[in-house]
């Protein structure tokens, strides 16, 4: 009997495989018996390893596959969609139990895949009936009041943090506002008000700037050619006038220590010295010798209090040291710090600009002659009067139009004008301006982008968005900031929507250089970079790798140049996986063991260390999945199948001891490998760490910084990074693991995909949009999964342009678009 049942579960595999080849041809002939055949086999194939787990008596995760019939798959398509993802990522049936082979595999996923799309293809229910207001978030906000009214602004000082869901921090329903959030964006209205027009009688106030880590023996950009280190601000200065620069003391040691060698030191405004001193050398030896008591505090006081004039506006005040040639250091105690300390070399930790101490007015600013389109002539008062007016309408309309992102009414533009009303009883036309600038910033209109629900609709009707919608969908998709003037245009024209059209304001968009951001915020979003702020190197662990020269943020940069050169260039978004090169400087290059990349600037370089190619090797990806202490095998695993193959792992239960708890006490130092064992120990932990830790443990040469190493420190043996995939693959190092993941690009390119539409829609993307995905995917496999095919394929999709009509009829105008 047994003989018999092993005989037809053969079969049954058989019959499985056999249809991997021939599933779509059945659905394209339309041949209902084979159809039927074939899920009679994908049925068959779930009860011989699905039900064991998934019956109604064992239940496992809350899912039982008992009695499963076709209509249920797209009927429950949230469960069935998580069974893709798992069967997609090798991780069910869980490693430790029976596997069907790799083709029966494909055909279920295949089969399962093919019947959740029937079924959101079948009307549109699947697209979204919520007309939420998505409030702009704080890098949004800083980058529409850059473009508008040309001012930079750190809004992490004047805006509430926003909430992260889904891992983005632009998801609409996230984004809510409570009565405090509202009294916290009309204070900053008045404050970008302010610093956009300048005042001509401005008070005296303070901007700090201080170093980040790092030595300072190299170049600065943007600094004088010939210095090295320092610091270089950008400050936009209220008015004309005196200004003056405060230094830190740089002079503290009780010994005096370097005081012996000159450091000629020079402070800059927009590259041009405006100060020279110098500090150390034989005279400050002398006076430190002789006078003693307040001799450093008499060569400190040369870096207080020094004076300059400077117009209102946008300025890069510098502090830096002339470069002088210097001789190995030598220093009694070697530095821990890559490439060699400060030694006997001073560095500037920070500096203060205070002023203006005597207002003298408002040069012209570029925020200034971006709001100003036109001034009031000087005639007589009643036809100045009429001409302030006429004037302030005229700046008014052009900038609501922008910050609106639509045509502005003649309503919008009465309703800013009392604004400016009021402020020219306080304080004359510019006091005016400011008062209706201030009003814009709070306005919903601009606070929040909204979509019309069509009237004449039947509730559950779909309809596609209108150009003003999308165009601004676009560009803080794009751009993270407001449309600019020809994609508004377009949009006005009722032009956009045409594919053509679309199309080329894609191509260019993606060209322009704001679309950067797409690396710098959707990336780092993405890869969850932002357990980058939590991890902080322990400095008794890595004392080369932290404080001074803690590497985070020259780890940031170089993952955003990285993936950047990747979407300027049009290549494939698998390239994030394979990639040869990426951009260092010198602190990123001795972290990787490079010793021929000299300077901070970063410059792109061709890997030779094929263990550094692609994301598993950049240091951000390497340093955020593990402890400020140690590596972690488990987040690093995690992060894998999470970011890489689409498939989070099952939260841990409740109780689980750390491996540090479970070791206290050992008096054998052990390996993270060996730690490891006796956790999995655990039949509770084994099923998960069976999946994540083989992936973990192939990238342990990798320290907690990112940093290669052969042996284990604490053990003293070499480092085993053996293991074994789920479906049998071998690993042994961070080239076995991505060469195993590029067997399947489009696991990656559909999981990068899947991002890109949550944060492109600020929504979270539910089963039924998953679809959607797939068909992202399969359209750009051809291309091999070009950035620019994807990234078109999402703006054309329904998720991102097509919307259904509530159940309950919300007709008429949004808040804004």
């Given at each position: 009997m047994s003989r018999r049942i092993r005989f037809l579960a053969i079969i049954v595999l058989l019959l499985a495989g056999s249809y991997v080849g021939r599933a779509f041809q059945a659905r394209r002939d339309g041949d209902p018996e084979r159809a039927a055949l074939r899920t009679q086999a994908e049925l068959a194939t779930i009860k011989q390893y699905c039900a064991g787990c998934h019956s109604d008596r064992t239940k496992a995760g809350g899912v039982s596959f008992e009695g499963l019939t076709p209509e249920a798959v797209g009927q429950q398509a949230d469960v069935f969609e998580k069974a893709v993802r798992k069967l997609r990522g090798r991780v069910m049936p869980p490693p430790n139990a029976r596997q069907p082979d790799a083709a029966a595999v494909d055909s279920l996923v295949a089969w399962l895949e093919e019947s959740l799309d029937r079924a959101t293809a079948a009307g549109p229910s699947h697209l979204p009936d919520k007309v939420v207001l998505h409030r702009l978030n704080r890098k949004e906000y800083a980058n529409a009041v850059r473009d508008l009214l040309a001012v930079e602004i750190n809004t992490a000082e004047i805006l509430p943090a926003d909430d992260i869901a889904e891992g983005f921090d632009n998801i609409a329903t996230a984004l809510q506002v409570s009565p405090s959030f509202i009294e916290q964006y009309v204070i900053a209205a008045r404050a970008v008000a302010v610093k956009a027009l300048g005042r001509p009688d401005a008070r005296p106030g303070g901007w700090t700037f201080r170093a980040g880590p790092g030595t300072q023996l190299t170049h600065v950009p943007g600094l004088p050619l010939g210095t090295r280190g320092g610091i270089l601000g950008k400050v936009d200065l209220p008015s004309d006038g005196e200004y003056a620069v405060s230094i830190a003391d740089i002079v503290t040691h009780i010994w005096g220590n370097g005081m012996e060698f000159e450091n000629p030191l020079v402070v800059t405004l927009d590259n041009k010295v405006v100060y020279e001193t110098v500090i150390g050398g034989e005279e400050d030896m002398k006076l430190y010798d002789q006078v003693q008591s307040g001799a450093l505090d008499r060569v400190n006081a040369r870096l207080k209090n020094i004076r300059?004039?400077?117009?209102?506006?946008?300025?890069?005040?510098?502090?830096?040291?002339?470069?002088?040639?210097?001789?190995?250091?030598?220093?009694?105690?070697?530095?821990?710090?890559?490439?060699g300390g400060q030694d006997r070399l001073y560095r500037v930790n920070s500096f203060q600009v205070l002023g203006p101490f005597n207002a003298k007015g408002l040069s012209a600013t570029p925020s200034r002659d971006r709001i100003f389109v036109c001034s009031p002539s000087r005639r007589s008062s009643s036809a100045l009067d009429a001409s302030e007016g006429g004037c302030a309408r005229t700046i008014i309309a052009a900038l609501a139009k922008r910050a609106y992102r639509r045509p502005v009414s003649a309503d919008d533009v009465n309703e800013l004008l009392q604004y400016y009303e009021e402020g020219v009883k306080a304080g004359g036309f510019e006091s005016g301006v400011r008062s209706a600038i201030t009003g814009l910033l709070a306005s919903p209109f601009f606070l929040y982008r909204g979509e019309h629900v069509p009237t004449g609709l039947r509730p559950g009707e779909a309809y596609a968005i209108n150009d003003l919608e999308l165009a601004s969908k676009l560009s803080f998709f794009l751009w993270n900031t407001i449309p600019d003037d020809e994609l508004l245009q377009l949009a006005i024209d009722g032009k956009l929507h045409e594919p053509a059209a679309l199309d080329r304001q894609i191509r260019r968009m993606l060209a322009d250089s704001r679309s950067v951001t797409l690396a710098s915020n959707f990336v780092t979003q993405w890869l969850d970079m932002k357990r980058l702020d939590e991890i902080v190197p322990d400095q008794a662990v890595f004392p080369?790798?932290?404080?001074?020269?803690?590497?985070?943020?020259?780890?940031?940069?170089?993952?955003?140049?990285?993936?950047?050169?990747?979407?300027?260039?049009?290549?494939?978004?698998?390239?994030?996986?394979?990639?040869?090169?990426?951009?260092?400087?010198?602190?990123?290059?001795?972290?990787?063991?490079?010793?021929?990349?000299?300077?901070?600037?970063?410059?792109?370089?061709?890997?030779?260390?094929?263990?550094?190619?692609?994301?598993?090797?950049?240091?951000?990806?390497?340093?955020?999945?593990?402890?400020?202490?140690?590596?972690?095998?488990?987040?690093?695993?995690?992060?894998?199948?999470?970011?890489?193959?689409?498939?989070?792992?099952a939260t841990p239960p409740p109780g689980v001891p750390t491996l540090d708890e479970k070791d206290i006490g050992t008096t054998k130092a052990l390996t993270m490998r060996e730690m490891m064992a006796k956790h999995r120990a655990n039949p509770t932990c084994a099923s998960c760490h069976a999946v994540m830790d083989p992936l973990g443990l192939a990238l342990e040469n990798f320290d907690a910084t990112g940093r290669w190493r052969d042996r284990d420190r604490y053990a003293g043996v070499a480092i085993d990074s053996s293991g074994k995939l789920p479906d049998g693959t071998p690993v042994n190092s961070p080239d076995d693991v991505r060469n195993a993941l590029l067997r399947r690009p489009e696991q990656f390119a559909q999981t990068f995909t899947e991002g890109l539409l949550t944060y492109a829609t600020g929504r979270k993307l539910e089963p039924w949009g998953l679809p959607a995905v797939r068909r992202i995917v399969r359209g750009a496999a051809s291309g091999d999964y070009r950035f620019s095919t994807i990234v078109q394929s999402v703006v054309r999709s329904e998720q991102f342009r097509m919307r259904r009509v509530p159940s309950t009829a919300q007709g008429g105008s949004s808040v804004g678009h």
């Open positions: 300059f004039q400077a117009g209102a506006g946008p300025h890069k005040v510098g502090v830096t040291f002339k470069r002088r040639t210097f001789a190995e250091s030598d220093d009694q105690l070697q530095m821990f710090t890559q490439g080369y790798a932290s404080g001074r020269s803690d590497p985070r943020e020259d780890f940031r940069t170089e993952l955003t140049l990285f993936a950047d050169s990747i979407f300027k260039e049009d290549g494939s978004v698998v390239d994030l996986l394979r990639a040869k090169h990426t951009f260092l400087n010198e602190r990123v290059a001795l972290q990787y063991g490079i010793t021929d990349v000299k300077g901070d600037r970063f410059r792109r370089v061709e890997l030779q260390q094929s263990a550094r190619w692609g994301l598993l090797g950049k240091g951000a990806v390497l340093m955020a999945a593990a402890y400020p202490n140690r590596t972690s095998p488990v987040l690093r695993g995690a992060f894998i199948l999470k970011h890489i193959q689409g498939v989070p792992p």
